[in-house]
């Protein structure tokens, strides 16, 4: 349960007590271009790359608009349906873009669709209409991609500053950042390593859980075509090997990810770790609300904290039936806590 009376400082033990630090100083004070609603989320991104923290900037009438087809995600193939669905009944394959893909799966995308009350579907003979229930708004302006590398060493420098050259490339975010861990240096570090010239770097203060931005980022160009690099030789005989990436493919992703982000926040760590262990608490110091283990005695790590794990030991059954007061023991009550406060921070959907 939330432990505001242990409010002891929850130290930053590993790079995902950092992710999480992270996720809640953007959701604070995440300063957006104009007036757009934040929305923040963790380990988001394609294929080929997932970002650490993902800050997106919302329209907050079209995040209204949002929430009303509810708080799970579309994919891409449903989001296909959704935003060419038309007005006025008529039959699927006239009101919707040849997919590039057979229509089969198209029409498995329509039934989900109508199942989620998304959208409206009747049978003319053998012919599937549909119908819009409501537009999908337009409801994304910016995605931020941030890095997070607390422990930012000359190795870990080197691996990163390449990772940091394919998103500028490709363009598929709108800001790319680093963050580490502020260490007080008259200069830090992290401005004398080989970053690209167009990413940002957040020096975050872990005890205040305050972050600064000490080099500005270059806004990229996510509505023109990117460069996929696949392969960079570390010698400088040879050319780099790359691909040029479809503005059409982009903006499909784009609206991907931030579905994907909408509907999981950054909060959604308790699905895969084990709230239920009689371990786990959550606990709250001035700088956000951790998970904390109290056999460990520190923020557990996602890919510790598992069914796995040699010190797990299920909540006693008494927790979840008589003579406690939460229904599901405190476990269940973690998780309704955590998607309370993923909710509030999507206007429109209903707690
Ligand atoms: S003991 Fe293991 S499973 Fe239980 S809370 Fe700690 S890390 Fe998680």
């Keep these: 349960m939330l432990s505001t009376a242990e409010a002891l400082p929850v130290s930053v033990t590993s790079e995902f007590a950092f992710e999480l630090q992270v996720c809640q100083w953007a959701e604070r004070a995440w300063v957006p271009a104009d007036d757009s609603a934040v929305l923040v989320a963790r380990q988001l991104g394609t294929k080929h790359r997932r970002w650490d923290t993902v800050v997106l900037e919302c329209d907050p009438d ?3 608009e949002r929430a009303k087809l509810g708080a ?11 935003r060419n669905a038309p007005a006025d009944w008529t039959y699927y394959r006239d009101a919707l873009p040849d997919p590039g893909y057979p229509w089969r ?23 599937i209409q ?42 598929l975010a709108d800001e790319v950042w ?21 990413a940002g770097v957040l020096t975050v203060d872990a005890d205040r859980g305050t972050a600064e931005d000490v080099w500005q980022p270059r806004s990229l160009s996510v509505a023109d075509p990117g460069t996929r690099i696949l392969d960079r030789p570390d010698d400088d005989h040879s050319a780099a090997r790359f691909e040029y990436v479809d503005p059409d493919w982009k903006r499909e992703r784009r609206l991907a990810i931030a579905e994907r ?3 999981r926040g ?19 110091d001035e700088t956000g ?31 979840r039936s008589k003579g406690w007061p939460l229904d599901g023991g405190p476990g269940g009550a973690i998780r309704r806590l955590l998607d309370r406060r993923r909710r509030r921070q999507r206007p429109g959907l209903s707690e």
Excluded at 290 to 295: Q, R, S, T
């Design 266 to 284: 950054w909060r959604a760590y308790a699905d895969t770790m084990r709230p239920d262990c009689r371990h786990f608490q959550l606990r709250a």
């Design 289 to 319: 609300v951790y998970p904390y283990c109290a056999a460990k005695e520190r923020v557990p790590t996602a890919a510790e904290c598992r069914g796995a794990c040699p010190s797990y030991e299920p909540e006693p059954p008494i927790w």
């Design 130 to 171: 549909i119908r819009r229930v409501r537009p999908y708004p337009d409801w994304l302006r910016r995605i931020v991609a941030i890095e997070n590398k607390p422990d930012l060493t000359a190795s870990a420098a080197r691996d990163l500053a390449p990772q940091l050259e394919r998103d500028v490339a490709l363009s």
């Design 178 to 198: 680093v963050a580490t861990a502020a260490t007080g240096e008259r200069v830090e570090p992290v401005l004398l390593t080989d970053m690209p010239a167009a």
């Design 62 to 64: 079209g995040l209204r």
């Design 72 to 82: 799970e995600s579309f994919d891409s193939d449903l989001l296909h349906v959704l």
């Design 105 to 127: 799966y198209v029409r498995e995308s329509i039934h989900e669709a109508a199942d989620r009350d998304a959208l409206d579907t009747r049978k003319r003979g053998n012919r």
């Design 261 to 263: 982000a909408y509907e």
